[in-house]
């Protein structure tokens, strides 16, 4: 019995495909849905860790109908209690060069690291797998490989090393310890920590002084500026530019992301077609 762990519901899709494929993989899909690599790590006095993560999203995402709630950790301590009670169960953390997954695999290794005989890392930073035409490419997320890739990668999976868990145990520590809005990943399983607005530049520098949908934008900061938040807290951004000045909306920011438009302060451009239209 396999548990194997997974950040975000894209990059869990060809891993459960490979596991219904490969009978050596036999096992459960946990798929984490927090993203670690941003905001507050540190929790109020008699508050959960589960807690404070809800209260970050549904402030970050504050208009959902049905309220946020973060259960990860619930989950990760009843595979822990798993692996305690079973002789046979092993639990695989896949790790892809983000700084979800790279966060994730520090936070995991707090609760997992001592089933460390127990416990393997698949890692594919760095290494090369085919796409669908056969050419080879370097992938930043298991989103991006082909379930029949999975399988193969299964031989990647191995155990830490006792210097390894320390040394990476400690990194989580560390980022804890900074609480910092965001969080990047500078290599291996490194990360850094940056503020809240860290992104902010890349948001205006998709924006101009004529209206956007906000929604356009968001997507193009995702794809040209390669952002990994996800695009509910790009939103967040967003309005938060917004309130500072930084940006002016037309239409009810409030609302979802293709409702309204964005656009820098300052005097619009005119177009060659507004001028002849205002001659």
């Not at 006095?45 to 589960?50: A, D, I, L, T």
């Not at 822990?80 to 953390?93: E, F, G, R």
């Not at 991006?144 to 299964?154: D, G, H, N, S, Y």
Request: one cysteine or more; hydrophobic letters at 40%.
């Amino acid at each position: 019995m396999i548990f194997h762990i997974i950040v975000g519901d894209m990059a869990s899709a060809p891993l459960k495909e490979a596991v219904a494929l490969e009978p050596q993989m036999a096992g459960t899909v946990v798929v984490l849905k927090d993203l670690l690599h941003l905001g507050e790590l540190v929790k109020a006095e008699g508050q959960s860790f589960s807690d404070l993560r809800s209260a970050y999203w549904n402030k970050v995402i504050p208009h959902e109908k049905t309220p946020i709630l973060t259960n990860d950790l619930e989950r990760v301590l009843d595979i822990s209690t798993q692996l305690h009670n079973s002789d046979v169960a092993t639990a695989w953390i896949w790790l892809a060069p983000s700084p979800a997954d790279v966060s994730a695999y520090h936070w995991l290794l707090g609760y997992l690291g001592k089933h460390r005989e127990k416990l393997r890392v698949v890692n594919i930073a760095g290494l090369p797998f085919l796409d669908e035409n056969g050419k080879l490419y370097y992938p930043k997320n298991f989103s991006q490989i082909l379930p029949k890739e999975i399988v193969k990668a299964r031989r990647l999976a191995r155990q830490l090393t006792a210097g390894e868990l320390e040394v990476d145990s400690y990194e989580w520590q560390k980022i804890v310890e900074e609480n910092a809005g965001v969080r990047i990943h500078d290599g291996g399983k490194k990360l850094v920590s940056k503020t809240d607005d860290y992104y902010d530049k890349a948001i205006l520098s998709i924006c101009s002084e004529q209206f956007q949908k906000a929604s356009k934008v968001i997507k193009q900061t995702l794809s040209k500026m390669e952002v990994p938040t996800g695009d509910l807290w790009l939103v967040w951004r967003i309005r938060t530019l917004i309130v500072q000045g930084q940006l002016i909306a037309q239409g009810d920011s409030n609302k979802a992301m293709n409702e309204f438009e964005i656009r820098l302060p300052g005097e619009p451009l005119i177009t060659t077609e507004e001028s002849n239209t205002t001659a």
